[in-house]
């Protein structure tokens, strides 16, 4: 306990009383963490713009032990996305990222593996705006992963088969989103080398990498990919997760060259 300090992500700020603010980020050292910025709205407040949501800051704060809220002293901006935060499917795609760490991420337990992953789609959503549907995808599957609830996709979910390889009409996806081989199919759809990669791929690509690929593959593959991770999140959550309220471009599968690298 004590002074921490730490990269951090400010996913969400709430007022508190006339010039506080309760601050909500997912840090790289403490996970994720809520806490109390004293004085940080007034005019000449020292901590600036650096409490401004997906701003990737240095951040300094006091914890105590079986205290909830941490009390913020300091925050320095290491990059801020404000171009991106101002475009309003950028935006809502932001909040969506941050709405699936806030679910998924156990307060003050460090997550560094959950912290690069958001980083790093923070970041290239900034860089490719127009990238929506793969970056969502991604992180979607990313932190299914890191929570335990994305299916292994080398075996059959039934009898524990190896899959892949050449015989891809051996490869079943159920309506749960689970993979199964052939004889354990039941109602599940075939699956294709496309969708098959893409989730293959995720183990070693970064977003940017990953995207290029998402909008490679036909629209097809990018819906049955989008829809399989949509499924995920609901058994997982047990609720539908937020992504209805995005604006439809931010999920619409793209045709190739919708994302490129800069």
């Not at 963490?33 to 951040?59: C, D, H, M, Q, Y």
């Not at 995808?137 to 524990?160: I, M, N, Q, R």
Request: aromatic content about 8%.
């Amino acid at each position: 306990m004590g002074l921490v300090e730490t990269e951090a992500v400010i996913l969400h700020t709430y007022k508190l009383a006339e010039a506080d603010k309760i601050v909500v980020c997912m840090t790289e050292k403490a996970g994720l963490i809520r806490g109390v910025a004293r004085g940080a709205r007034r005019l000449k407040s020292r901590f600036g713009a650096g409490l401004e949501p997906f701003t990737l800051v240095n951040l300094s704060f006091f914890e105590k032990e079986s205290r909830e809220l941490v009390s913020i002293k300091g925050s320095e901006i290491i990059k801020s996305y404000f171009d991106a935060a101002g475009d309003a499917e950028a935006l809502a795609a932001l909040q969506y990222l941050a709405e699936l760490v806030r679910e998924f991420a156990p307060p003050h337990q460090p997550e560094p593996k959950l912290f690069r992953m958001l980083r790093a789609c923070v970041d290239a959503l900034a860089r490719e705006p127009g990238g929506h549907a793969a970056l969502l995808s991604y992180c979607e599957l990313w932190v299914l992963k890191l929570a335990g609830f994305l299916p292994d996709h080398k075996a059959c979910a039934g009898c524990a088969r190896p899959l892949g390889g050449a015989q891809w009409s051996d490869v079943y996806i159920t309506p749960e989103g689970l993979l199964r081989c052939r004889a354990c199919r039941g109602a599940g759809q075939a699956v294709n080398e496309g969708v098959y990669g893409l989730l293959n791929a995720l183990r070693s690509a970064g977003p940017r990498a990953w995207s290029r690929r998402y909008y490679s593959a036909s629209p097809r593959d990018q819906q049955t990919l989008s829809e399989t991770a949509r499924r995920l999140l609901k058994r997982a959550l047990e609720k539908e997760p937020k992504s209805g309220n995005l604006p439809g471009a931010a999920r619409t599968p793209q045709g190739p060259g919708a994302a490129s690298e800069t």
